[in-house]
């Protein structure tokens, strides 16, 4: 959860500490309300006010589930039936506890305390005393909040967001930094098999992107000292991506040198440049790295579909592989604060 609080607090920093609550109470208990003959007409009714902004489709709030923006959905032209029977099942789908509330809120508590949240922390640890006194109650957002962000949404577990949602998330993202900067460099980060280089190969055909992995920058075997790989992300040759990144923005066609970790040997690559160049793979966003960067794109997938896509894919080998070595050290890196620096989550 505390990923997606940084996020939060990132992407909306004029929120008070009811909207963290409220964004908690929604994790959880998924509004806690009942869905009504009218729940369809309100929907409406809010749709047809809702205007499209420059923020995002959707938003995840847990890892199950996000919040769809109203307005940008009405851009999107996709079927408001769909989004309110995946809201009504999200609903009917409730599963919250008391104790599960607790331990959110006691960890946003801990991230006001030290900081990395900017609210007061007497004042909320107020709020939240009286909010549990109250019964855990469902909650409104903020003056300030409705005033700044004027926010219209429908919470949905993730597992309803199709392909088709998910594209239109991410170009609809891509196209509004696109008007604002002519040359732009993004990287893309997520989780082993969640479909960074699919999303690669689809940019580069929908926006002519270059695309660069980070798979070619992997630490050759006598650079893998104790100290280095006791970094987090200290197993990619990130001052060889540096270089690249600071060189490539200036250069029409550009050759780099990438490094086949099999055969434990580096080869030349010649690309030519493009207006969109993407690096793509797990530690694109690395601490050394990220300063580059125009906008970044983290893709995740529930630990479940990790799992069947990860079995699907590779040998048994490779699979336990991933399983005892990589995931952890990937896992380690994005709890690193690397939510503070994410433009969007698909």
């Known amino acids: 959860m505390k990923k997606y609080l940084l996020y939060f607090a990132l992407h909306y920093p004029k929120s008070e500490i009811e909207d963290y609550i409220k964004m908690i109470h929604q994790s959880e208990y998924h509004l806690n309300e009942t869905i009504t003959n009218d729940s369809y007409a309100f929907l409406v009714q809010e749709y047809e006010k809702a205007k499209p902004n420059s923020k995002f489709l959707y938003e995840y709030i847990s890892e199950d589930i996000v919040r769809v923006n109203l307005g940008n959905y009405k851009a999107s032209e996709f079927s408001l039936h769909y989004l309110f029977d995946s809201f009504k099942e999200t609903i009917n789908n409730n599963q919250g506890s008391i104790e599960s509330m607790n331990e959110k809120l006691a960890l946003l508590l801990d991230l006001i305390k030290s900081k990395e949240i900017a609210l007061d922390y007497d004042d909320s640890l107020k709020k939240i005393?009286?909010?549990?006194?109250?019964?855990?109650?469902?909650?409104?957002?903020?003056?300030?909040?409705?005033?700044?962000?004027?926010?219209?949404?429908?919470?949905?577990?993730?597992?309803?967001?199709?392909?088709?949602?998910?594209?239109?998330?991410?170009?609809?993202?891509?196209?509004?930094?696109?008007?604002?900067?002519?040359?732009?460099?993004?990287?893309?980060?997520?989780?082993?098999?969640?479909?960074?280089?699919?999303?690669?190969?689809?940019?580069?055909?929908?926006?002519?992107?270059?695309?660069?992995?980070?798979?070619?920058?992997?630490?050759?075997?006598?650079?893998?000292?104790?100290?280095?790989?006791?970094?987090?992300?200290?197993?990619?040759?990130?001052?060889?991506?540096?270089?690249?990144?600071?060189?490539?923005?200036?250069?029409?066609?550009?050759?780099?040198?990438?490094?086949?970790?099999?055969?434990?040997?580096?080869?030349?690559?010649?690309?030519?440049?493009?207006?969109?160049?993407?690096?793509?793979?797990?530690?694109?966003?690395?601490?050394?790295?990220f300063p580059y960067y125009d906008a970044s794109v983290f893709l995740t997938l529930s630990k479940k579909e990790q799992i069947s896509r990860l079995k699907q894919r590779e040998t048994p080998a490779v699979y336990l592989q991933f399983l005892n070595e990589w995931i952890p050290l990937e896992n380690e890196y994005f709890t690193n604060n690397l939510y503070k620096k994410i433009g969007i989550i698909v």
Request: hydrophobic letters at 30%.
């Open 129 to 289: 005393e009286d909010y549990k006194k109250a019964g855990y109650p469902a909650i409104h957002h903020s003056e300030s909040f409705k005033k700044t962000y004027d926010p219209h949404y429908r919470i949905i577990q993730s597992s309803n967001l199709t392909p088709g949602l998910k594209d239109f998330h991410l170009f609809y993202f891509l196209d509004n930094l696109i008007k604002e900067k002519d040359k732009l460099i993004i990287a893309i980060d997520g989780r082993s098999s969640s479909g960074k280089s699919t999303v690669a190969q689809t940019l580069k055909e929908k926006y002519n992107a270059t695309i660069i992995h980070i798979d070619h920058f992997f630490l050759p075997n006598f650079l893998k000292t104790k100290e280095r790989l006791a970094e987090i992300g200290g197993n990619i040759n990130y001052e060889e991506i540096e270089k690249v990144l600071r060189e490539i923005k200036h250069n029409t066609t550009y050759t780099y040198q990438a490094f086949d970790c099999k055969i434990q040997e580096y080869y030349p690559v010649t690309i030519e440049t493009s207006n969109l160049i993407v690096f793509e793979g797990v530690y694109s966003l690395h601490e050394k790295l």
